[in-house]
T-cell receptor, first 112, second 114 residues
């Protein structure tokens, strides 16, 4: 099987249900956050981003919530579909010439 | 993303061999990165380059070197491959915009060092 996903936290969700994937970030100076999706055999792909002056941002079927008080980020996927099965990473960036720091990732498994 | 390509996609090599992984991009971005991905560890930065004359070490640069031949090309070399360099390698590009920095990844190179 694909090596990406082994030993990762796994979330199993019934098709059609909503999914919530959580991420704790470490740098209180980070002001820009990104969620990436990585399907089996592919590189990570941008899903949605949020700046620190926002608490919530919505995309198509996805919502990102940011809680700066506890340094927590979440990704909500509405009406989860089999095509949503992937590993999801959060990333934080403090802008300028700072490198992006990635979280370990969570594997989302959608049960048909 | 077809805008960022990596060659080869898969590579098997022996301990002690020198190998090169190549990355090309058509996005016109100045910034390029090399990461490795291992089970349970997420993406770890090897090297990054913010323009053709700029090369910087990441958190795990030992055993690796890079070359930024042009804005569009960034190569990663393993001078003498060892088994613990077996991993999935990703190249990425970015362009710092008004919102922050979003990275665009290539499809990855799976490397096995025997």
């Amino acid at each position: 099987g694909e090596s990406v996903g082994l030993h990762l936290p796994t979330l199993s969700v019934q098709e059609g249900d909503n999914s919530i994937i959580n991420c704790a970030y470490s740098n209180s100076a980070s002001d820009y956050f990104i969620w990436y999706k990585q399907e089996s055999g592919k590189g990570p792909q941008f899903i949605i981003d949020i700046r620190s002056n926002m608490d919530k941002r919505q995309g198509q079927r996805v919502t990102v919530l940011l809680n700066k008080t506890v340094k927590h980020l979440s990704l909500q996927i509405a009406a989860t579909q089999p095509g949503d099965s992937a590993v999801y990473f959060c990333a934080e960036n403090s802008g300028g010439y700072q490198k992006v720091t990635f979280g370990i990732g969570t594997k989302l498994q959608v049960i048909p | 993303d077809a805008d960022v390509t990596q060659t080869p996609r898969n590579r098997i090599t022996k301990t002690g061999k020198r190998i090169m992984l190549e990355c090309s991009q058509t996005k016109g971005h100045d910034r390029m990165y090399w990461y490795r991905q291992d089970p349970g560890l997420g993406l770890r930065l090897i090297y990054y380059s913010f323009d053709v004359k700029d090369i910087n070490k990441g958190e795990i640069s030992d055993g690796y070197s890079v070359s930024r031949q042009a804005q569009a090309k960034f190569s990663l070399s393993l001078e003498s491959a060892i088994p613990n360099q077996t991993a999935l390698y990703f190249c990425a590009t970015s362009d710092l915009g008004t919102g922050g920095e979003t990275q665009y990844f290539g499809p990855g190179t799976r490397l096995l060092v025997l």
